[in-house]
């Protein structure tokens, strides 16, 4: 199984941009679909962005489409989101996902079909 760790998050004026980055540990990563879910303060985990296992597809939420990039580096063990023209709206807690895709290149956007999660990792957008 594999074991999503984030870092990157921080504090960020509005407007500006941030790279977060999720490293996984254990299993064979290029078997897993990923995503990145957010979290703001009382209010649900919410899909940002999905990956499948090859990279050869992604997915947005309409929130974050255009200003948000989801790549993967298999050879690394690593998924990326790259964020631009952040806004205070996306000031929340990222988390990074992973769901074992045995059979092709699905795309999952449901928190609950993800099997693996990270800790999180703050950001924080200031107007």
């Known amino acids: 199984q594999v074991q999503p760790v984030e870092s990157g998050g921080g504090l960020v004026q509005a407007g500006g941009s941030l790279r977060l980055s999720c490293a996984a540990s254990?299993?064979?990563?290029?078997?897993?679909?990923m995503g990145w879910f957010r979290q703001a303060p009382g209010k649900e985990r919410v899909f940002v962005a999905g990956?499948?296992?090859?990279?050869?597809?992604?997915g947005y939420a309409d929130s974050v489409k255009g200003r948000f990039t989801i790549s993967r580096d298999n050879t690394k063990k690593s998924v990326y989101l790259q964020m631009n023209s952040l806004k205070p709206e996306d000031t929340a807690v990222y988390y990074c996902?992973?769901?074992?895709?045995?059979?092709?290149?699905?795309?999952?956007?449901?928190?609950?079909?993800?099997?693996?999660w990270g800790q999180g990792t703050q950001v924080t957008v200031s107007s």
């Open positions: 254990g299993g064979t990563f290029s078997t897993y679909a």
């Open positions: 990956i499948t296992r090859s990279g050869s597809r992604t």
């Open positions: 996902a992973a769901v074992a895709d045995l059979i092709g290149e699905r795309l999952f956007s449901r928190s609950y079909l993800y099997d693996y």
